[in-house]
């Protein structure tokens, strides 16, 4: 089964990362763009056909190791 | 207006961050898990209202910065 798990900075807090690519957009003269915040994205093959149980271990890898849930957001879909 | 711009290794472009992620969910415990591909999320607001217009300049930026695309595919969306 094939999963996608969003990871994104909550609001508020800074993301230097995206200014400096607002700041490189405008040097390479792309135009029209406000702001942007850099995220990650992680595509995961889950093992087995049990939506629930693969929703489950999706959400303890996220809580564990690929979001830190104490300054960003994560989001599980199943694919 | 909101858009997300997506970034993901293509098929057959080894990610060494991607296999490090399935060795640590295997040493927290979390089973069930069978492969991991990591890639990078932008959200970024884009000025006026014209979507065209915005997706032109979306892809513009994926093109020039944020996607290397001889190794990684993009998706544009408005949301």
Redesign the interface.
């Known amino acids: 089964m094939k999963a996608r798990v969003?990871v994104?900075l909550k609001n508020g807090i800074l993301d230097p990362q995206?200014k400096a690519?607002e700041g490189?957009?405008k040097s390479?003269g792309?135009?029209?763009?406000?702001?942007?915040?850099?995220?990650?994205?992680?595509?995961?093959?889950?093992?087995?056909a049990d939506k629930a149980?693969?929703e489950a271990?999706l959400k303890?890898?996220a809580d564990?190791?690929?979001a830190n849930t104490v300054i960003e957001n994560y989001r599980v879909e199943i694919v």
């Open positions: 969003t994104t995206g690519i490189a957009l390479l792309v135009d029209g763009i406000a702001s942007v915040r850099q995220g990650k994205v992680f595509d995961i093959e889950v093992a087995g149980k693969a271990a303890e890898a564990k190791l690929l």
